[in-house]
C-alpha cells in the first residue's frame, strides 16, 4: 500500500537557524498537505499543494511540489520559538481518497 | 461554528469493553476520517467517509466500526477493547472540491484512550 516517509525524524535547530523536513511518497500523489501538531495538540492545516513543481510561501515556510508529485519539502527561514511542534505531510493516490500522513519530523528550537 | 467536536476527551476501558466515540462537525463537510496516534508516532487511518452512507476502511480498521449516517456524524466503535488500541484518536473533517478532492482537514482536539 501507499507510504509516506519524512526526512529527518527529528530535528533540533537555534532560533534563526533554517530548517528543512523531506516527504517522500511510494506512489505518486493528486496533492499533498502540510500540517503542524503542536505538542499535546492536534494536527493543524497549513497548506495543500496540487501541481508539479509548484511552490508555495506562508511568510517564512516555503513549501514545494516536486514534479513527480512523489515528493515534497517544507522550508522555514529563521526559525523561531513559536515553530517547534511535529511537521506532517498527508496525501493520497489517484483513485483513492485515503488521506495518509506521513510519518512526522518533530522540530524543537533552542532560545 | 463548533468545528469538530469529540467526546469524551478522556476514557479508560476494560479489555473486552466495547464503546463508541463521538465526533460530529456543523461545517456541512462531506468528507470525515478517524485516526489514532500512538505515542510520538505519527497518524494513521483508521476509517474516512467521502459522504454520508458512504464509508471505506483505511490503513489499520481491524477492531473497529463506523456509520455515516448523516452528513454531521461519524461514530467510531470498538468492538472488543484491547491494550493495544491505548491511543489518542483524532476525528477529521473537510470539503470536497468540485474535482473530488478533499481540502485541508479541521481536526477535533482528540479522545484519549486507555484500555487496561
Known amino acids: 500500500g501507499q507510504q509516506v516517509m519524512q526526512i529527518p525524524q527529528y530535528q533540533h535547530v537555534q532560533e534563526g537557524e533554517d530548517f528543512t523536513t523531506y516527504c517522500n511518497s511510494s506512489?505518486?500523489?493528486?496533492?499533498i498537505q502540510w500540517y503542524k501538531q503542536r505538542p499535546g495538540g492536534h494536527p493543524v492545516f497549513l497548506i495543500q499543494l496540487v501541481k508539479s513543481g509548484e511552490v508555495k510561501k506562508q511568510k517564512r515556510l516555503t513549501f514545494q511540489f516536486g514534479e513527480a508529485k512523489k515528493n515534497s519539502s517544507l522550508h522555514i527561514t529563521a526559525t523561531q520559538t513559536t515553530d517547534v511542534g511535529t511537521y506532517f505531510c498527508a496525501g493520497h493516490d489517484s483513485g483513492t481518497y485515503k488521506y495518509i500522513f506521513g510519518t512526522g519530523t518533530r522540530l524543537k528550537v533552542l532560545a | 461554528n463548533a468545528g469538530v467536536t469529540q467526546t469524551p476527551k478522556f476514557q479508560v476501558l476494560k479489555t473486552g469493553q466495547s464503546m463508541t466515540l463521538q465526533c460530529a462537525q456543523d461545517m456541512n463537510h462531506e468528507y470525515m476520517s478517524w485516526y489514532r496516534q500512538d505515542p510520538g508516532m505519527g497518524l494513521r487511518l483508521i476509517h474516512y467517509s467521502v459522504g454520508a452512507g458512504i464509508t471505506d476502511q483505511g490503513e489499520v480498521p481491524n477492531g473497529y466500526n463506523v456509520s455515516r449516517s448523516t452528513t454531521e456524524d461519524f461514530p467510531l466503535r470498538l468492538l472488543s477493547a484491547a491494550p493495544s488500541q491505548t491511543s489518542v484518536y483524532f476525528c477529521?473533517?473537510?470539503?470536497?472540491?468540485?474535482?473530488?478532492?478533499?481540502?485541508?482537514?479541521?481536526f477535533g482536539s482528540g479522545t484519549r484512550l486507555t484500555v487496561v
Open positions: 506512489t505518486t500523489l493528486s496533492n
Open positions: 477529521a473533517s473537510s470539503l470536497k472540491s468540485p474535482q473530488g478532492e478533499a481540502y485541508g482537514y479541521t
